[in-house]
C-alpha cells in the first residue's frame, strides 16, 4: 500500500468519525460511510471490524440521547417562563423576569437548606462601592476591545459588549439590598495597588476592579437577597428539583419537564433559561466538548473538575435541537501546569525543565494561559528557580485571578518560608509550634502549600532539584544566558517583557518542583451556540423560539480558556448577563 493510499484511508475514517460523533446540531436520521454505535469507536475503510481508535478520547456519546418521553405527571404547573438553576446567572434571570411582571419559576436540584453559592467574587466595571472606594473607573470600550485581543476575536462580541456595558448598572442592581454592615465585610482585591503592581504587560491590560465577599455577607447570603427581591415580584422557587428535558411543538418551547421527591412535574411555558452550570461533573461530556485537552492526555492525566454538575442544561438544549459548540469550550484554568496552577502563579521565576531548560515565557501575562506550553510536554518534574532577590521580584504582579498580593504580610510570609528551605539545607532548622488552623509557607493563595528547596551555588541546587550530567550542565548554562538577557533587557529566547526580567545570581539560590498532572478544570464554561441575545441556535444558527442559555451553558464567552483581565470575570458574566438574558425572554414573551 502507498503512503498517498494509507493517508487516503485515514482521513475517510476520520471524516466519518468527525460526522458521527463531532456533529453540531441535534440527533437525526440519515445514512453515513462509516458510522459509529458508541461515537467513539470508528470503521477503518473496506474493514467490517471496529478499530480501538478513539477519536479525541470520545468513548460515550450517550449523554446525546434524549430520554424517554415521560406521560404520568405527579403534578402539573403553568407560567410564562423556566429558569433552571439558582447560580449566578439563574437568579439575576429569574428576578428581572419577575420584574417585568413575568409569571417565572426557577428550579433547583440542590436543596434549600444546603444550597450554597459557588464562589465569592465578581469582576465589576465601575459598580458604585468600588468608585466609593477610589477604585479606578473602566471605559467598557477599552475592556471590550482589550478582552477580545486577549482570546483572539472568539467569543461572541455581542455578548462581551454587552457585559461591559451593562456591568455597572447590573452589579449595583445585584447588590442593592447589601446594607452597610454588608459592605464594611466586601473586599477588594489587588486594591489599593501595591507598590510594583503592574496594569498592563505586553500589550494586554489588567484591572483591580473586584468585589470580594469572603466575609460574613458572601454570595449566598447576596444570591438570597435577590430570591427574596425576585419573590417579592412573584417569582416561584422550587429547590430540590431536576430538569428532564424540554418540551418542544412546532420547533419551538412549550414547557419542561422535570422532577421531585414525589415524581415528574409538567410546567407549562413559553420559555426555558438553562442555567444549569456546565459539565465538570461530565467527563464524558468534557472529553467532546474540550478536544484539545481530551487528545493531549497522557498517563495519568484525566479529565476532572471540581464542579459536579453533569451538563444537563447542555444536553436539554441539544436535545431540543440547539447547536453545540464547534471549538473546544473554555474551561477555567484547565491548560496549565495545573488548578489552580502553582507554577502559573510564579510568573516571575525561571522554569525549568528535566533537560535543564526554559520552556515557555514565564511572565506571560494572562495567568490562564502561562502553562499553555506544558500541554504538549512530558509530565516529568518541571521547576520554578529563583535567587535570593526573590521577595522583591515577587513583587512584580498583575491583578489577575489566582494572583499574589505582594502586601506586607504576604512578602513576609514567602521570606520565612525562603529562609525555612536555606535553614533545612544548613542543618540548622528546627520545627516550631504551629498554631491550630495556620496557613503553611507562601503567601497565601494557590501558593500556601509550595515547599522550597535552597542551596549557596547553583551546582548544589541542581543536584538538589535531581538534574545530573548534561542537564545539570545545562541548567547552569541556562542560568547564565538568560541572566545575560536580564543584563540587556531582551529575552532572545522567548521574550519576556523587559519589565518583568529578574536576574538569578545572588546566592542563596531556591527552587521549587512541579510534577504536571494535566486535565483538571475548575468549572466547564459553554456548550450551546447562541445569538447576542443568548438566544440558542438551531443547526441553521437560526433562533429557537423560547430556548435561552445562561451562565456556564451558553457558549462563546471565553474563547477557548477563561483569563481575567479583572479578578472574577466568571460569576461576573454570569450574573451581569443573566439579567440580560431575562430581559431577552421578557422581550419574547412580550
Given at each position: ?16 468519525a468527525g460526522a458521527a460523533g463531532l456533529a ?84 433547583e436540584k440542590q436543596p434549600e437548606d444546603s ?161 444549569c452550570g456546565g459539565m465538570g461533573g461530565n ?308
Amino acid at each position: 500500500m502507498s503512503r498517498r493510499s494509507f493517508i487516503g484511508m485515514g482521513a475517510v475514517a476520520a471524516m466519518a468519525a468527525g460526522a458521527a460523533g463531532l456533529a453540531g446540531c441535534a440527533p437525526a436520521g440519515g445514512d453515513s460511510t462509516a458510522k459509529t454505535e458508541d461515537g467513539g469507536h470508528i470503521e477503518s475503510a473496506g474493514s467490517s471490524a471496529p478499530s480501538d481508535v478513539h477519536i479525541h478520547n470520545v468513548t460515550d456519546t450517550s449523554w446525546m440521547t434524549p430520554p424517554a418521553e415521560v406521560t404520568d405527571f405527579a403534578q402539573e404547573w403553568d407560567c410564562d417562563a423556566v429558569v433552571c438553576g439558582h447560580g449566578f446567572a439563574g437568579i439575576t434571570a429569574c428576578r428581572e423576569l419577575a420584574e417585568q411582571g413575568k409569571k417565572v419559576i426557577l428550579i433547583e436540584k440542590q436543596p434549600e437548606d444546603s444550597y450554597q453559592a459557588v464562589g465569592n467574587e465578581f469582576a465589576s466595571l465601575n459598580a458604585k462601592i468600588l468608585q466609593e472606594r477610589g477604585v479606578p473607573h473602566i471605559d467598557p470600550v477599552e475592556f471590550y476591545q482589550n478582552f477580545m485581543k486577549i482570546t483572539s476575536n472568539m467569543p461572541n462580541p455581542s455578548l462581551v459588549m454587552k457585559f461591559a456595558q451593562n456591568s455597572e448598572e447590573n452589579s449595583n442592581w445585584y447588590l442593592d439590598r447589601l446594607t452597610e454592615e454588608d459592605f464594611a465585610t466586601m473586599t477588594t482585591a489587588f486594591f489599593p495597588p501595591t507598590e510594583h503592581q503592574m496594569g498592563e504587560l505586553s500589550g494586554i491590560k489588567f484591572w483591580p476592579s473586584v468585589c470580594s465577599f469572603y466575609g460574613e455577607c458572601n454570595q449566598t447570603k447576596i444570591q438570597m437577597y435577590n430570591q427574596a427581591a425576585a419573590e417579592e415580584a412573584g417569582a416561584e422557587f422550587h429547590f430540590a428539583t431536576t430538569a428532564e428535558y424540554i418540551i418542544m411543538q412546532d420547533g419551538a418551547v412549550a414547557g419542561l419537564v422535570a422532577s421531585d421527591a414525589d415524581g415528574y412535574i409538567k410546567i407549562n411555558c413559553k420559555a426555558v433559561v438553562c442555567a444549569c452550570g456546565g459539565m465538570g461533573g461530565n467527563p464524558e461530556m468534557m472529553a467532546y466538548f474540550m478536544p484539545d485537552m481530551a487528545q493531549a492526555l497522557t498517563g495519568e492525566d484525566a479529565l476532572t473538575s471540581m464542579s459536579a454538575n453533569d451538563g444537563r442544561g447542555v444536553q436539554m438544549a441539544y436535545w431540543a435541537g440547539a447547536h453545540l459548540e464547534t471549538t473546544p469550550v473554555a474551561g477555567m484554568n484547565m491548560k496549565g501546569l495545573s488548578v489552580p496552577g502553582k507554577m502559573n502563579c510564579l510568573p516571575q521565576a525561571v522554569w525549568i525543565d528535566e533537560n535543564g531548560r526554559r520552556f515557555a515565557n514565564e511572565y506571560y501575562p494572562t495567568s490562564e494561559q502561562r502553562g499553555y506550553q506544558t500541554v504538549f510536554m512530558s509530565r516529568k518534574t518541571k521547576y520554578a528557580v529563583v535567587d535570593n532577590n526573590f521577595t522583591e521580584y515577587r513583587q512584580y504582579t498583575l491583578p489577575q485571578h489566582a494572583g499574589f498580593t505582594a502586601n506586607e504580610e504576604n512578602i513576609a510570609s514567602l521570606r520565612d518560608s525562603l529562609d525555612k528551605a536555606y535553614a533545612k539545607f544548613k542543618g540548622t532548622y528546627e520545627e516550631p509550634e504551629q498554631e491550630e488552623g495556620q496557613g503553611g509557607p507562601g503567601g497565601g493563595g494557590p501558593m500556601t502549600q509550595v515547599e522550597w528547596i535552597a542551596d549557596d551555588t547553583l551546582e548544589g541546587l541542581a543536584g538538589q532539584m535531581g538534574l545530573s550530567g548534561d542537564a545539570a550542565t545545562e541548567f547552569v548554562a541556562q542560568i547564565e544566558r538568560w541572566n545575560g538577557y536580564c543584563e540587556a533587557g531582551v529575552d532572545e529566547e522567548f521574550g519576556r517583557a523587559a519589565e518583568v526580567l529578574f536576574p538569578v545570581k545572588d546566592g542563596p539560590f531556591y527552587a521549587c518542583t512541579f510534577d504536571p498532572v494535566l486535565g483538571e478544570t475548575m468549572v466547564t464554561m459553554g456548550g450551546i451556540i447562541t445569538d447576542g441575545e443568548q438566544n440558542a441556535l438551531d443547526a441553521n444558527y437560526e433562533p429557537i423560539p423560547g430556548l435561552y442559555m445562561a451562565g456556564n451553558d451558553c457558549g462563546r464567552r471565553f474563547g477557548t480558556e477563561y483569563v481575567t483581565p479583572i479578578p472574577g470575570c466568571s460569576l461576573a458574566f454570569a450574573l451581569v448577563l443573566g439579567r440580560e438574558c431575562g430581559k431577552s425572554v421578557a422581550k419574547f414573551l412580550g
